[in-house]
């Protein structure tokens, strides 16, 4: 007989609103919008200058102001990598703080912020990479996910974030017994977006 993998028992929430930046958490993700290039407004190439880095906005800012300026400065620092959150699902390096109600804080990418955003497939990049990044965290029993409500209220990005959020944290242990039966995100309790 084989047993089956057993599922991950973190339990995905969604709350639509503003933040209870209160409360205990171990890891935030704040989603962050990139501003449309030059080269997008104008039709100007500007492939070879330097990227500044954006001024945080809503939630962001606020997290930013609470940290003195932290999160500007992780972003500024990863500002080549990064790009200012141009493609959806990169991420900043992990910023600790010590004292906070959230230990961590990372700054997730969300795409170029403009009218006619296209939203397709944006749940699965997001659930993805939330999801992969729990799997390398160590520690983590909560994690919240802070993004604009035209990511939050959209039910088909919603669906498609727990799909992919919940298959990264999958581990195919058919055929693995004892020692090798891999364990990913054992601590992980609670995400919620």
Same mark, same amino acid.
């Given at each position: 007989?084989?047993?089956?993998?057993?599922?991950? @028992?973190? @339990?995905?929430?969604?709350?639509?609103?503003?933040?209870?930046?209160?409360?205990?958490?171990?890891?935030?993700?704040?989603?962050?919008?990139?501003?449309?290039?030059?080269?997008?407004?104008?039709?100007?190439?500007?492939?070879?200058?330097?990227?500044?880095?954006?001024?945080?906005?809503?939630?962001?800012?606020?997290?930013?102001?609470?940290?003195?300026?932290?999160?500007?400065?992780?972003?500024?620092?990863?500002?080549?990598?990064?790009? =200012?959150?141009?493609?959806?699902?990169?991420?900043?390096?992990?910023?600790?703080?010590?004292?906070?109600?959230? @230990?961590?804080?990372?700054?997730?990418?969300?795409?170029? =912020?403009?009218?006619?955003?296209?939203?397709?497939?944006?749940?699965?990049?997001?659930?993805?990479?939330?999801?992969?990044?729990?799997?390398?965290?160590?520690?983590?029993?909560?994690?919240?996910?802070?993004?604009?409500?035209?990511?939050?209220? =959209?039910?088909?990005?919603?669906?498609?974030?727990?799909?992919?959020?919940?298959?990264?944290?999958?581990?195919?242990?058919?055929?693995?017994?004892?020692? =090798?039966?891999?364990?990913?995100?054992?601590?992980?309790?609670?995400?919620?977006?």
């Amino acid at each position: 007989s084989m047993e089956w993998s057993e599922l991950n @028992k973190a @339990k995905l929430s969604v709350e639509i609103g503003m933040a209870d930046l209160e409360e205990e958490v171990d890891l935030v993700m704040i989603g962050v919008m990139a501003p449309p290039s030059a080269k997008e407004e104008n039709g100007d190439d500007d492939e070879d200058k330097e990227l500044e880095p954006v001024d945080l906005e809503g939630i962001a800012k606020t997290v930013d102001k609470r940290l003195d300026g932290a999160l500007s400065e992780v972003l500024s620092e990863n500002i080549k990598t990064f790009k =200012n959150g141009a493609t959806i699902g990169s991420m900043t390096p992990t910023l600790r703080v010590l004292g906070a109600k959230a @230990k961590r804080y990372i700054l997730v990418g969300l795409g170029i =912020n403009k009218d006619d955003m296209d939203l397709t497939g944006a749940g699965l990049k997001l659930g993805k990479a939330v999801g992969e990044k729990l799997l390398n965290e160590k520690k983590i029993r909560s994690s919240h996910s802070l993004l604009p409500d035209v990511f939050a209220s =959209n039910a088909t990005i919603v669906q498609d974030f727990a799909t992919a959020f919940y298959e990264s944290l999958h581990s195919d242990n058919r055929y693995r017994t004892g020692a =090798n039966v891999k364990k990913v995100a054992e601590d992980l309790e609670s995400v919620k977006i």
